[in-house]
């Protein structure tokens, strides 16, 4: 567990480079810091909700693609060895969620995670992520307030619910 801990310290300031890289447009070096990320926690979801969107947005599309299914990939190899496990269909779930791919799998691992422990407001939320990414507002608020209800001190699980009324739909 402690070495678990170095390796996310030293991975959240490869991920702080990352950013820093990014948004000074040396895209190379942004990538090798990505990279570096990948090596020491390979399926790190922090780095995916942080750099596809950022690598679609600098145009680097086929490196943001390349994030998320090697990413994605890492769950799915998992869950052979583990299908009955809500954290690994949480995990994948979100993954794909966040990354408006594989939204079909999205929802259905998520639905899977939620089936598999139904008090977990964590994957309520997860569920109620994807069927917003698929368009479905109503869906997802309901997930949404299932989510706040399973955790009601939670202010991200709040501030989430409020986001789904407000919030602009993916384009289909």
């Known amino acids: 567990a402690e070495q678990n801990g170095y390796l996310e310290l030293t ?6 480079r990352a950013r820093g890289l ?3 447009g040396k895209r190379d070096e942004t990538l090798n810091e990505v990279k570096l990320c990948e090596a020491l926690l390979p399926g790190n979801i922090k780095l995916v909700e ?6 679609r947005k600098a145009d680097l599309q086929a490196e943001a693609d390349g994030l998320f299914e090697r990413t994605y990939a890492v769950y799915e190899r998992e869950l052979k060895h ?11 779930a979100w ?6 791919r594989r939204l079909d799998d999205a929802l ?7 089936e598999l422990d139904p008090k977990s407001a964590a994957y309520a939320d997860t569920l109620a992520e994807a069927y917003f990414a698929r368009g479905d507002r109503e869906a997802a608020l309901k997930w949404a307030r299932k989510a706040t209800t399973l955790s009601p001190d939670s202010k991200s699980y709040e501030a989430l619910l409020k986001s789904f009324g407000t919030r602009e739909l993916p384009p289909k």
């Open 11 to 16: 991975v959240a300031i490869h991920r702080t």
């Open 22 to 24: 990014l948004a000074q």
């Open 50 to 55: 942080d750099f596809v969107p950022q690598l």
């Open 82 to 92: 583990f299908p009955d496990s809500a954290h690994l269909h949480n995990q994948a």
């Open 95 to 100: 993954t794909a969620a966040i990354s408006q």
């Open 108 to 114: 259905r691992l998520a639905q899977r995670a939620v």
